[in-house]
Each structure stands twice: as structure tokens, then as C-alpha cells.
């Protein structure tokens, strides 16, 4: 069940892309956050336990809504626009699923360290 509703705005050219492999729509100028809410209960769930995250700031402080793309590379739902043809994944795919990784995802906070 979707927790958001969209209320304003509905004019935008649509935009499709997929969700766990489900076809979905959005509107242009939506963010990855939006398209997803408006479709969904969660971005995603979390690494830590599997409880459900739907990010928690909107304005790309909390990192509380990073979600997986199906190549594996990672997107800032808040922050980032969603774009045609998009494939998000809820649920992390396991690292041998994700094309050209060895032993794990990369994630970009390994690379901080
Ligand atoms: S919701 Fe906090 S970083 Fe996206």
C-alpha cells in the first residue's frame, strides 16, 4: 500500500520504470523517493534487522533511503530524479547478483574508509 498520495502536480509527463520487477509509474520531476512512496510502504528494507525504511529527513542528511538499482550501483532516493526505465530493487540483491562484484556490494561509505 502506498504511503504517499499525490495530490497536486498530476500534469507531468509519465515516467515508467520498474520496482522489484514490477512495471510502475511516476511523473517527471518526481524523485526516486516520491515515485517509490507513491507506489509502496518502503524504499526499502533495511541491512540491519529487514525492518522497513521510507527514509526519514526528505533532504539528503539521514542516508535512511538509499535504495539498490538491479546493476547493483546505489541511488539517494530523496535526492535523486527518477529517470525512464529506472530498475529499483526493495530489497538488496545478494552480492554474486550483482554484475561484476566479487564477494560484496560496493557501498559508497566503503570507499570513506
Ligand atoms: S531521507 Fe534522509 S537522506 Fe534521504
Do not use: Y
Not at 69 to 87: H, N, Q, Y
Amino acid at each position: 500500500m502506498a504511503i504517499l498520495k499525490r495530490l497536486a502536480e498530476t500534469g507531468r509527463p509519465a515516467v515508467t520504470f520498474t520496482l522489484d520487477g514490477q512495471a510502475c509509474r511516476a511523473l517527471a520531476g518526481d524523485t526516486v523517493l516520491t515515485a517509490v512512496l507513491t507506489q509502496a510502504d518502503r524504499v526499502r528494507q533495511s541491512e540491519f534487522g529487514g525492518g522497513p525504511r521510507a527514509g526519514f529527513c526528505m533532504m539528503g542528511a539521514c542516508q535512511d533511503c538509499w535504495m539498490q538499482l538491479e546493476d547493483g550501483s546505489r541511488v539517494r532516493a530523496c535526492s535523486t530524479f527518477i529517470e525512464p526505465g529506472m530498475r529499483l530493487q526493495s530489497t538488496p540483491l545478494a552480492p554474486a547478483a550483482v554484475p561484476g562484484s566479487l564477494s560484496a556490494a560496493a557501498w559508497p561509505e566503503d570507499d570513506a574508509a
